[in-house]
């Protein structure tokens, strides 16, 4: 069983600047999508540089920024876990609400944006209670079963498929309803089928068990104290940023044909350690990239605030019942519009912590889980 080593946990800036990369590309990539309306209208404003801007924007981004958000994740679950541990207190109870708080803004978000996923999130926060008490050993060979994307590998040697025609049914009905239905056409429709999309979606990209695998992986690296400049981490970093950085280039010239179910997803997850490794590393290295970096440690600060006010924005830019961009932008001017959000939401945070310590949501949830 784990025990707490007694170390001081103090506040993590580059966990908070990744935070703030990871929201900041949840926006833009939502942006790309225009907020899940994949219209068949055609598109009115458009340029030449729309398809490579999508194909770079998803390289970067899709299913590498939801990753490190779940990531950073389980780290904040092992701090305050850790926290009140040194106490002599057990935070399991605790940190069981504090996901039921966390569903019912998953609620209220989905009732503006379908893709929501603070309700996935707080399911799956659920196991991480048992597997906190695990020791480091075992939490590792969970990680490493969960990484190599068991239940795609089962069905790849079974020689069986997943059948996904409820999801694209399912996507059906909710974009017809997001370019002609109203406000609250959208919203009823998003909270009836929301969590099962999202549900569904996880299973069909492959992020059913990467995104647990993330959670726990998080934790571990709280653990093992990596994001601190502390004994050989930097060292680590610099090895996990080497192979991921090679395994990356050599899955990018694999056609992955029958195999891209199984392997898609461990070519996200080589992207994303390569991404967080080089943010780490740089972060370390350079006080310009510190500097830099520090801007996204205030946007950071504020996650669940910008992420549920990037679905309203975004959904009242984006679909039909207001100012119905769907169709009107292509993806680079739908991009552009992603990073004035981008830039609106960080003056607005900076705003915000000049006379508060913690942004809107984060400060409401931290007082109802302490309730």
Known sequence: MYKTRS?????????????????????????????????????????????????????L??????????????????????????????????????MCLLFMFGVINVAFYDGDILMLYACYGLLLIPISYLPSKAAWCIIALLAIQPVELYCLLADTTIDHSRLWDIYGQVIAMHENGTFWENTLMNLRYGFELNLRFNVFSGRLTQLLCLF???????????????????????????????????????????????????????????????????????????????????????????????????????????????????????????IGMVVTQYLFARFWFTSHQRGPLEGLWRKLTWI
């Not at 929201?23 to 458009?46: C, M, N, R, W």
């Not at 502390?230 to 992955?256: C, M, P, R, Y």
Request: glycine share 10%.
């Open 7 to 59: 170390l001081p946990n103090t506040r993590i800036d580059v966990a908070d600047a990744l935070r703030g990369i990871a929201v900041a590309g949840i926006i833009l990539y939502h942006s790309v999508e225009h907020f899940d309306i994949f219209t068949q209208k055609p598109i009115l404003h458009t340029l030449p540089c729309d398809q490579t801007v999508a194909d770079v924007l998803a390289w």
């Open 216 to 338: 726990i992986l998080g934790m571990q690296l709280g653990r093992q104290r990596m994001f601190y400049n502390e004994g050989k981490n930097l060292q680590i970093w610099h090895i996990v940023l080497g192979v991921s950085a090679l395994l990356t280039l050599a899955l990018s010239f694999v056609d992955f044909g029958n195999l891209e179910g199984w392997l898609k997803p461990i070519y996200n997850l080589s992207i994303l350690l390569m991404i967080v490794s080089a943010v780490v590393s740089a972060w370390y290295a350079f006080e310009g990239v510190r500097r830099v970096l520090h801007h996204l440690c205030i946007f950071g600060r504020m996650s669940l605030t910008n992420y549920l006010l990037q679905s309203i924005i975004g959904c009242a830019i984006f679909c039909g019942y207001g100012l119905a961009c769907y169709y009107k932008l292509g993806i680079t001017y739908a991009v552009m519009v992603g």
């Open 61 to 98: 981004l899709s299913g590498k920024m939801y990753g490190i958000f779940a990531m950073l994740f389980g780290l904040s679950f092992f701090i305050m876990n850790d926290n009140q541990q040194q106490k002599g207190r057990n935070f399991s109870g605790r940190f069981a609400w504090r």
